[in-house]
Nanobody, 121 residues
């Protein structure tokens, strides 16, 4: 069983930056792909970014390309999401997910509890 815990969320002004972390426990995540999702109030949970098991392959939603960077440190059993040039429309609860495969694009077996990101205009 894997437990995922997100951190790093908060309130930031538009144009600012935040770095989210997803710490895993209970099992090493070095053999699985990982991903970030987000869910804004009243909306469905949307894909943000994914990273393969060694970090060699990444995928991004069009809405965050060029602004967000996903990375991982398998020694620390942690995944990250660096978010720059934040916009009010990035406001959401951000979730990390552990993939069933090595690629990070699903299906996902594990989910964190989420961390709130609020971007003010």
């Amino acid at each position: 069983q894997v437990q995922l815990v997100e951190s790093g969320g908060g309130l930031v002004q538009a144009g600012g930056s935040l770095r989210l972390s997803c710490a895993a426990s209970g099992r090493l995540i070095s053999t699985v792909g990982m991903a970030w999702f987000r869910q804004a109030p009243g909306k469905e949970r949307d894909f943000v970014a994914a990273i393969s098991w060694r970090g060699g392959r990444t995928n991004y939603a069009d809405s965050v390309k060029g602004r967000f960077t996903i990375s991982r440190d398998n020694v620390k059993n942690t995944m990250y999401l660096q978010m720059n040039s934040l916009k009010p429309e990035d406001t959401a609860v951000y979730y990390c997910a552990g993939d069933r495969t090595v690629w990070g694009l699903g299906p996902y077996d594990y989910w964190g509890q989420g961390t709130q990101v609020t971007v003010s205009s």
